[in-house]
Structures are given as C-alpha cells and as structure tokens.
C-alpha cells in the first residue's frame, strides 16, 4: 500500500514537472509574440503553424551548443548553480493545492518561503563562481533586490495567514467562496504583483540585465545549456508566481477552467508590464521597498492581527 502511494506520488510529481515544463516553453512563444504585437511586428512566424514549435527548436538549438566555461571559474559549482535554481523553481511546484491529496501541504506557504529564499544562493554563487567582475556585480545587485522585496512578499503572506489562520492554500480558496480577496484587498493585491515582479527578475525591476547595457549580469558567463537552465528557471517562478497569484487573490478554484484563464491573464499582466514599462533606477526599487511597501504591509498585518483579536472577543 505505501509502495503503490509512493509510486504515485512519484508518477504525479513528474508529470507536473513535465506540464510545467511544456507550459513555460509556450509561456515564452507568448511572450515573443505579445512583445511583437506591442512594438508592431510579427514576432515568430516562420517554424511551422504560425510559429508555434519555435520554443521547441530554440531548446534544442541550445542544447546543442557547445558548452563553454572560464578557465578561472570554480568549475564544480559554476557548473551547478544552474541546475539547482531549475530544481528548486520545479520543486516549489510541488506545493500546488491538489484535491488528491498528491503531497499534504498544511505549512505550503512556509515551503513557498523557504525555497524562494534559498533561490537568493543560487543567484548569488552563479554571480561568483565564473570569476567575472561583471557578473559579481550583477549578482550581488539582484540579491540585493530579491533579499529587499522578499520582506514585504513575507509581510503580505502573513497578513493572510492571520486571516484564514492557516498555511494550507486549500483553506485560501475555502475563505473565498463567496467573496475574492483582491475586493478586499486591492493595494495587497498590487503590492503582491510588483513584488512578484521583482522576485523574479522582471521588467522595470530587471537590473541583472541592466549592468551598463553591456553584459547580462549574473548569467554572462553562461552559455548553452546553462543558460537555459537559468532561463528556464526564471519562466517557471512566473508561471508559478501568476499561479499563486490566481489562489491568494482570484479564488483560486482549481476544478475550473476559469483557474487556468487567471494563471494565463497574470502571466500576459507580467509580459505586458515587460513591453510597457521602462527600467526603474535602482535607489527607487530599494525606496520603494523599504519606505513604501514595508510600512504598507506592516500596517495591513497589524490591522488584520486587531481584526482577529476583535473578532475573538466578540465570540468569547
């Protein structure tokens, strides 16, 4: 009985990794095809129908590439960091609210924290390891940026786990039968998605790309199949980001085909920011971020904190 358990959690777990995986291919098509509409062009049109197996030959085209790496790198943990920044934006997946009971996640938003917090390690050893000034610099920028928007992203998930009094993300889509939580909490909601935004290293946060126009930040180093893996990585939190979005703000009803249309329109939300919006300078992300968001969120967290203790008096 455990073994047929355990093998089915096994079968499920890779076929959500291998679904995730064809999703962020497409999510990318959609990208190059919104941001060509966006700048009045066609974007891909010519592999296939319309361009729709461009993602895939774009895979194997860097796949194959040769793999190059610096002479002075630590080659080991160069060679890793890509690796482990794919396995851990695919493993975070795993806490996706399943009916099924797939993995029992009553403390699913701390896993959530605790993997994005790890995925600051590989960007900044990714940074360090090839031994480039450069890609230092752009490492050390988008740590600074991840570490300063991860407390307000913390803060606001507090909030809702004083008000649903729980981390299950069953118990969020239990709360929002009847009402959503972006009515209730719009500012929330945008705070949410411009700290989505700069969790994930995007348009106008994206200062890993920006080191002077010249190089690529972290990731310059990186050719080929490293590459892809770190490119990979970055479409994965999207996506699971514009998922996690849908669940604590749109009620989240995954039975729905209504849930997968959300997903989609906050994955369009981020690459329509991407083609609408200049890069921030960076001491107005870092001002944003600590004068702005975190004042904000710690005065919705102790407004919800009082609405429960007042809530627990009137009962009792």
Do not use: H
């Not at 073994?3 to 291998?18: F, Q, R, T, V």
């Not at 600051?120 to 920028?141: D, E, F, H, P, Q």
């Not at 889509?173 to 929330?188: D, I, S, V």
């Not at 300078?281 to 967290?301: A, E, G, I, T, V």
């Amino acid at each position: 009985m455990f073994m047929m358990d355990g093998l089915m959690m096994l079968l499920g777990s890779l076929l959500l990794i291998i679904l995730v995986l064809v999703g962020v291919a497409f999510l990318t098509l959609l990208e190059r095809k919104v941001l060509g509409y966006i700048q009045i062009r066609k974007g891909p049109n010519k592999v296939g129908l319309m361009g729709i197996p461009q993602p895939f030959c774009d895979a194997i085209k860097l796949f194959t590439k040769e793999q190059i790496y610096p002479l002075v790198s630590n080659y080991f943990i160069y060679y890793f960091s890509p690796i482990f920044s794919l396995f851990l934006s695919l493993l975070i997946w795993m806490m996706m609210p399943y009916f099924l009971k797939l993995f029992s996640f009553n403390l699913g938003l701390l896993f959530f924290l605790c993997c994005t917090s790890l995925g600051v390690y590989t960007i900044m050893i990714a940074g360090w390891s090839s031994n480039s000034n450069y890609s230092l610099l752009g490492g050390l920028r988008a740590v600074a940026q991840t570490i300063s928007y991860e407390v307000s992203l913390s803060l606001i998930l507090l909030s809702f786990i004083f008000l649903v009094e729980g981390f299950n993300l069953l118990m969020f889509m239990e709360y929002q039968n009847y009402l959503w939580m972006l009515l209730l909490n719009f500012p929330l909601a945008l705070m949410w998605f411009s700290s989505s935004l700069a969790e994930t290293n995007r348009t106008p946060f994206d200062f890993a790309e920006g080191e002077s126009e010249l190089v690529s930040g972290f990731n310059v180093e990186y050719s080929s199949g490293g590459f892809a893996l770190i490119f990979l990585a970055e479409y994965s939190s999207i996506l699971f980001m514009s998922m996690l979005f849908s669940i604590l703000f749109l009620g989240g009803d995954i039975y729905s085909f209504l849930f997968f249309f959300k997903l989609v329109f906050i994955s369009f939300l981020f690459i329509w920011v991407r083609g609408a919006l200049p890069r921030f300078r960076y001491d107005k992300l870092m001002y944003l971020s600590w004068k702005f968001f975190l004042p904000m969120s710690l005065n919705y967290l102790m407004f919800f904190v009082g609405f429960k203790i007042f809530i627990f008096f009137c009962y009792f």
